[in-house]
């Protein structure tokens, strides 16, 4: 074997290991994206995603020319991902703005490495095979948990969260959050919500029917119209599952998107430019389905009248609270944001008291504007534009298409086949170990293989005896899928979901191999030269981006959750103390190996996760807590170093309320405590000092009850009668107002409250 030879044999290993790595990763995303496993598990997936690309970079370099098969669009994902980067610089909370970048980088990098691999209709059909793959595994298991699985879970909540927790597939803090799901009586599958799932189900609802409709028009023999029912009923139970989901954003824009393909199909045949205009006013009536919101309301002003409701219902009204939180975060801050992942953050400072606490705008594009800027935006929309622009065009063809070979043909479609069996064994097994769980991973093996097989037989067949027509409805069962998801966009978070951004990528990359063969593209070639500076060139950054970002997420993650397992385990060995009698030497045993892990070895671990990666406030903020509890009861206890903790919380989380609240109570508490102990002067100080904190988390954030309720016991105690009894009110006014349970005050603490007032206002001097 010459040399020649060698190097294309390279480089189409290569490109066959970037499709199998590419392929994994577009199957075990959706998979996990549920119920927020630990960092570094989520982001395996993204690491799969920069070792494709490494793969697909050494590709390009051993073929020795590059060619630009949607340049258009390419541009436009690499603009938007500049603009993601540039706005996590400037971000407040630098670890919310990294991870995201990360995660806006792993989608972006696998729609390009997806765009150059899916290079011809028969790569593209094999990329949607895995796509619908992936839809029946999720169908079936939404299924199961509407009928099996969460019936049984609901009749013992407790024990199924103690195993999930146990076995690492569930986090302690979202086991409220796990709760509201299962009791919810929607389905969601491995989704973060039902809302997603639905996003998820109307992309891809419209292949899996077009799919169905190709394989009965093309069958060739009984065993193909077989494989076409399979299809179907794969169609239908995406249909059914759905509906369960009781989305009605998703059905709506699901609903919109096939009326205005239904339009299109027919007014194409008579006028090009009525069906154009035809299909802009149906777009456009899609992105103003929800009414605008006027300006954010001033937090202490008094109470709004009760809205009309919308035919939507209450998730209808509460979204709009989002977005005029949005809409006000945006004007602050109209070029660069707030930064990526940092919504959360903000909201906080601009929420309306009648909107409930939310991570995202429940908006794509204006939490993309609010985090990204007007930059991030413009180029967000130029990908769709972009995209559209280049679906309506022949496809460019170039001289790699002809290397391609039925052997090859055969190895690219085993190495996504292989791909998505190892993504449904690597992600199924990751639960429960039982005999149920077991038989779902072989059910769900088997499901997968057998709707991916059903779509590939009749692609191998020679490139010429693809069916052109069949190719032409894929390519538009793809549009009117993401013309759905991208109305969806207006009304949910779907971009933020690892699950449904990337099967978006491998359907952006699927509908552009499927359009017709157009003019031959021109590839740039380079020589020996060439080949090293264009693979230093596509390799560096997503090495640079591994070893100094990727990793130490990873790193820092791994500390976090072993740190998580020792608290749970001093806290396990605490309660097991408290059942035994007190004064017992195996008690004393326990309580002092609990104190080991909690007073020693949590720490410790909590300090190693700010050495991995010193950006997350979370640590710092649970180092405060730790501090916090040392100094409560001790007011003459110095507090040097959690002013200094709280300073870094503050500075990496400059919206987040929770050390503006952590330490004015930690002061209150010292404050109590120095009464207690008969210092007077002591406790005026310190409540002087837990007053001035008072006030800055106040002046932040307005609409918090909790910060006016603490703010006006702190004056109460200073002898500022007047305005304790106007922070006690404001609190009132604001928790019930507010449509956050969680910031509601109970019953008990309402009567506390008023009386409080009664006693300051039965102490003022009569007139």
């Keep these: 074997m010459n040399s020649e030879r060698l190097t294309i044999l390279v480089a189409r290993v290569s490109g066959v290991l970037a499709a199998l790595l590419a392929g994994w990763s577009l199957a075990v995303r959706p998979m996990f994206a549920g119920a927020a496993s630990p960092l570094h598990r989520n982001i395996t997936a993204t690491l799969a995603v920069f070792m494709a690309a490494l793969l697909a970079a050494m590709a390009v370099a051993l073929r020795r020319r590059i060619e630009l098969r949607s340049p258009a669009v390419v541009v436009a994902l690499l603009a938007f991902l500049g603009a993601v980067i540039?706005?996590?610089?400037?971000?407040?909370?630098?670890?919310?703005?990294?991870?995201?970048?990360?995660?806006?980088?792993?989608?972006?990098?696998?729609?390009?490495?997806?765009?150059?691999?899916?290079?011809?209709?028969?790569?593209?059909?094999?990329?949607?095979?895995?796509?619908?793959?992936?839809?029946?595994?999720?169908?079936?298991?939404?299924?199961?948990?509407?009928?099996?699985?969460?019936?049984?879970?609901?009749?013992?909540?407790?024990?199924?969260?103690?195993?999930?927790?146990?076995?690492?597939?569930?986090?302690?803090?979202?086991?409220?959050?796990?709760?509201?799901?299962?009791?919810s009586g929607d389905v969601f599958a491995t989704f973060t919500t039902a809302n997603e799932f639905g996003g998820f189900l109307i992309l891809l609802l419209p292949v899996a029917a077009a799919g169905a409709w190709v394989r009965l028009r093309e069958r060739k023999n009984s065993w193909e119209i077989a494989l076409a029912a399979l299809l179907a009923v794969v169609a239908i139970a995406a249909a059914g599952a759905l509906v369960l989901t009781r989305s009605k954003g998703a059905c709506l824009s699901l609903a919109v998107a096939l009326g205005g393909w239904a339009a299109v199909a027919i007014l194409s045949r008579l006028h090009r430019g009525a069906a154009a205009t035809a299909a802009g006013v149906l777009i456009a009536c899609a992105f103003f389905l929800a009414p605008s919101a006027p300006s954010a309301d001033n937090a202490t002003a008094p109470p709004a009248p009760p809205p009309h409701r919308s035919i939507l219902g209450d998730s209808a009204e509460v979204r709009i609270e989002y977005w005029k939180a949005g809409l006000e975060m945006w004007k602050a801050s109209p070029s660069l944001g707030v930064g990526p992942g940092n919504f959360a953050d903000g909201y906080t400072a601009f929420r309306t008291p009648e909107g409930s606490e939310t991570r995202h705008a429940h908006n794509d594009y204006l939490e993309v504007a609010v985090e990204s800027g007007g930059i991030g935006l413009a180029a967000f929309l130029a990908i769709w534009v972009a995209w559209w622009w280049a679906m309506c065009k022949r496809r460019r063809t170039f001289a790699s298409e002809s290397e391609e070979t039925p052997a090859s043909r055969r190895l690219f479609a085993a190495a996504v086949g292989l791909a998505g069996l190892g993504a449904v064994a690597f992600v199924l097994s990751r639960f429960v170990q039982t005999d149920e769980t077991r038989s779902m991973l072989v059910v769900g093996s088997v499901a997968w293989l057998g709707v991916f097989l059903a779509q590939i037989p009749g692609v191998f067949r020679k490139a010429d005896e693809l069916s052109p027509s069949g190719n032409r409805l894929l390519r538009r069962a793809v549009g009117c899928g993401a013309a759905a998801l991208l109305i969806h966009f207006a009304i949910d978070f779907d971009f933020a979901e690892p699950g449904i951004v990337a099967a978006l990528a491998g359907m952006m990359a699927a509908g552009l191999a499927l359009r017709e063969p157009g003019r031959p593209g021109r590839a740039f070639a380079f020589g020996s030269w060439g080949q090293l500076l264009v693979a230093v060139i596509l390799a560096a950054p997503l090495v640079l981006g591994l070893v100094t970002v990727v990793y130490p997420l990873v790193d820092m993650s791994f500390a976090m959750e072993e740190a998580a397992l020792v608290r749970d385990e001093g806290a396990a060995k605490f309660a097991e103390a408290d059942k035994l009698p007190k004064e017992s030497p195996e008690a004393e045993k326990l309580r002092g190996e609990a104190q080991e892990l909690l007073g020693g070895r949590y720490p410790q671990l909590i300090e190693e996760a700010i050495g991995r990666f010193p950006y997350n406030p979370a640590p710092w903020r649970e180092i405060a807590r730790l501090e916090s509890g040392a100094l409560r009861h001790s007011p003459e206890a110095g507090r040097g170093k959690m002013e200094a903790?709280?300073?870094?919380?503050?500075?990496?989380?400059?919206?987040?309320?929770?050390?503006?609240?952590?330490?004015?109570?930690?002061?209150?508490?010292?404050?109590?405590?120095?009464?207690?102990?008969?210092?007077?002067?002591?406790?005026?100080?310190?409540?002087?000092?837990?007053?001035?904190?008072?006030?800055?988390?106040?002046?932040?954030?307005?609409?918090?009850?909790?910060l006016r309720l603490l703010r006006a016991r702190i004056n109460d105690r200073l002898g500022l009668g007047e305005r304790a009894v106007a922070d006690y009110r404001a609190a009132l006014d604001l928790a019930e107002r507010t449509s956050q349970k969680e910031l509601k005050f109970k019953p008990d603490e309402i009567r506390e409250i008023l009386l409080a007032v009664r006693k300051i206002e039965s102490a003022r001097p009569k007139p």
């Design 86 to 183: 540039l706005a996590a610089c400037f971000a407040g909370n630098r670890y919310a703005a990294t991870v995201r970048a990360v995660e806006v980088a792993s989608w972006t990098v696998l729609a390009i490495v997806l765009i150059d691999l899916a290079s011809t209709a028969f790569r593209g059909r094999v990329l949607l095979a895995a796509t619908v793959a992936t839809l029946a595994v999720l169908v079936a298991d939404a299924l199961y948990q509407n009928f099996v699985s969460l019936p049984a879970i609901r009749a013992d909540f407790d024990e199924h969260v103690r195993r999930l927790v146990q076995a690492g597939t569930l986090e302690r803090g979202m086991v409220e959050a796990f709760h509201k799901r299962v009791f």
């Design 645 to 706: 903790v709280i300073e870094r919380a503050k500075a990496l989380s400059p919206r987040d309320p929770a050390p503006w609240v952590l330490y004015a109570q930690t002061l209150w508490d010292m404050t109590k405590a120095a009464d207690d102990a008969g210092k007077r002067s002591l406790g005026d100080n310190l409540a002087s000092d837990a007053a001035r904190e008072a006030d800055g988390g106040v002046a932040r954030y307005p609409a918090q009850p909790q």
